[in-house]
């Protein structure tokens, strides 16, 4: 089955700066990655996802890119606002028609005022 | 659009004890995931329903899990016996035609 791993665990940034997470996969079949940001207590959220046909996407102050070649994605989140703060999950769909995520362990991010 | 709904939102159970978590996709999703999220850990896929039917159970202790979808709408999961190690939020998502996957905001149980 697919393996998602993810890094760092937790980061750090002052407000305005940039911060990045990167996600690696292994089952190279996998063709779609969604990234969530989960608040404390609530549900996931999708905030920006990419499929293996694209290897850049934007939207606003958040970016992914997709690197097929070497199995990892990575989120890009500029201009950080301390909103931003919350734990961030990769995934990576496989099992062709099934569409089943396998999900990275997290990010803490921490957008510091 | 109304989003996933979940209930109970927190449940308290001993071990031992049987509990079930209900969940109502949003409507016309034809997938429906249950997923289990341990503090600090991403969630893990349990089930996946299409329709009224398991496509996938590969991860669920069927020793203890079970879950059904009987209408293809609504659906329950319940655990029995619970175990200690199954303290976590369990989550539902749904999905139209296996696209995006949307949750619901979980129900937190705590096994004493």
């Known amino acids: 089955g697919e393996n998602v791993e993810q890094h760092p665990s937790t980061l750090s940034v002052q407000e305005g700066d940039s911060a990045v997470i990167k996600c690696t996969y292994s089952?190279?079949?996998?063709?779609?990655f969604p990234w969530y940001k989960q608040e404390l207590g609530k549900r996931p959220q999708l905030i920006i996802d990419?499929?293996?046909?694209?290897g850049e996407k934007k939207d606003q102050r958040i970016a992914v890119t997709l690197n097929k070649t070497a199995k990892h994605f990575s989120l890009h989140i500029t201009e950080t606002q301390p909103e931003d703060s919350a734990v961030y999950f990769c995934?990576?769909?496989?099992?062709?028609?099934?569409?089943?995520?396998?999900f990275g362990s997290g990010t803490q991010l921490t957008v510091l005022p | 659009e109304a989003g996933v709904a979940q209930s109970p939102r927190y449940k308290i159970i001993e071990k031992r004890q049987s509990v079930a978590f209900w969940c109502n996709p949003i409507?016309?999703?034809?997938?429906l995931y249950w997923y289990q999220q341990i503090l600090g850990q991403g969630p893990k896929l349990l089930i996946q329903?299409?329709?009224?039917?398991?496509?996938?159970d590969s991860q669920l202790p069927k020793d203890r899990f079970s879950a059904e979808r009987l209408k293809g709408v609504d659906s329950t999961l319940k655990i029995q016996p619970a175990k200690l190690e199954d303290s976590a939020v369990y989550l539902c998502?749904?999905?139209?035609?296996?696209?995006?996957?949307?949750f619901g905001p979980g129900t937190r149980l705590l096994v004493l």
């Open positions: 990419i499929r293996s046909n694209v």
């Open positions: 998502a749904s999905s139209p035609q296996q696209e995006t996957q949307y």
């Open positions: 409507s016309g999703h034809a997938t």
């Open positions: 995934a990576a769909s496989y099992g062709g028609s099934a569409r089943q995520l396998t």
């Open positions: 329903f299409q329709n009224n039917g398991v496509v996938d």
């Open positions: 089952d190279s079949a996998s063709n779609y």
